[in-house]
């Protein structure tokens, strides 16, 4: 099969892996006929569109995190873009503006084009500079890269994504395996975005002299191996793999495969506690770090775990049924919380852009990408019903919700994008599914 041909078919890939928005008609469903639901659509697309705007260091418009955030963080902005061009049938087109695919693409070149010659991508492409003073990266950018190859058939998107997304897998070897264990480490509060987490009490917020290849050596319990970290990797290294094949390279295709075997054998063998079914940081005096946090679900994220494995199977039930779904830990009435609710970390009243507690926007939107694939297709839909409604009730789009009344952290302003992102990409979803409600 020659590129062009695999490149084609390879949609059908992706629907294996990540169960994408099935087709719908251009008008979209509301869960019921209350005009509130069509005004929230209305206002999300508004938002959205408000932040397509160009940042310094890349001359061309990308979708901004929007809010108090004026610009793109690597953790999240090449998924956004992502589902903002698969909502493209939806978004009535501005001339002299760019298409929601053609925003998708420049929301992964904003840090391709950025990338340092060792290989190291910006942490974040802000109006006020670009950063590198951490990874910050959860979703993994050769994912999100591949997905959206398979959407376009852009070869030579294709090209620079799998040179940019192999010069970074180099560079994370290079410099987050300080410990030589074939897992990722965390130097800081900001690797992993996780701002106000009791996950990283007693930690810098970021890396030495705004420098991601330090660490601080004056805190004894760094570097840590970090689960999600290491699930970033496994599932950039997965996208490689197939990036790899797409190109007709089979030997760096198996390479990268291997290498990702590797990498998630590490995460279950050395990361996960059977005891509270739960994966934790080990820090570097080798104790756990024993705070349940949405690193769990970050892990699920990336498939880590295989149904089609005894011992995996077995893992995923643990950690589903004693963790994600337990309505105690973060299975709240709105779900997920960032931090499981009988964690005695658990941070309460929620203070502002905190993951100490509070169901993050971006960890709903990032729930399809593992959900369905684990067969939780049931309680998917009760999520996004949840946030669609919580979302409705103001009409706005902020980064946080209270789990337990669905009532949003406001003291910021409206606009964030990945609010407007989650509200827009859940609709589609229910109406191809049926809706939800609470459970």
Known sequence: MDRRTF??????????????????PADPVF???????????DA?????????????GYDQPVLLEGAVYPGVWQECAPQEGLVYGSLARYITPVEDLPTPLQIARNNHLAFFSLQKPDGQLPCSVKMSATGFGQIQMVVPIAATAWELVQMTHDERFLHTAYEACSRWDAWLRRFRD???TGLTEGFCVYDTGHDNSPRWTGSPKQCPQADARLYDHTVATLPRLCPDLSATTYGGRVA????ATALGKKEEAA?????AEIIRHLIIERLYDPKDAAFYDLDAQGNFVRVRSDVISRVLGEHVLKLSDRRDRAIFEAVWTRQIRNPNAFWALFPLTSIAQDDPAFVRPIPRNSWGGASQALTALRAPRWM???SKDTELRHLMYQWCEAISRYTEFRQQMDPLTGDFTRVDASGYSPAALTYLDFIVRLQGSGKAGRM
Do not use: H
């Not at 999300?44 to 940042?55: C, E, H, P």
């Open 240 to 243: 490689l793999a197939a990036m």
């Open 31 to 41: 869960p019921n006929a209350d005009p509130r639901w069509k005004r929230t659509w």
């Open 44 to 56: 999300a697309l508004k938002v959205l569109a408000d932040n397509i705007k160009v940042v310094p």
């Open 372 to 374: 369905s694939y684990y």
């Open 178 to 180: 300080t410990r030589k």
């Open 7 to 24: 490149l084609a078919k390879a949609s059908a890939v992706v629907a294996l892996a990540y169960a994408p928005v099935p087709v719908m």
């Open 255 to 259: 390479r990268w495969q291997a290498d």
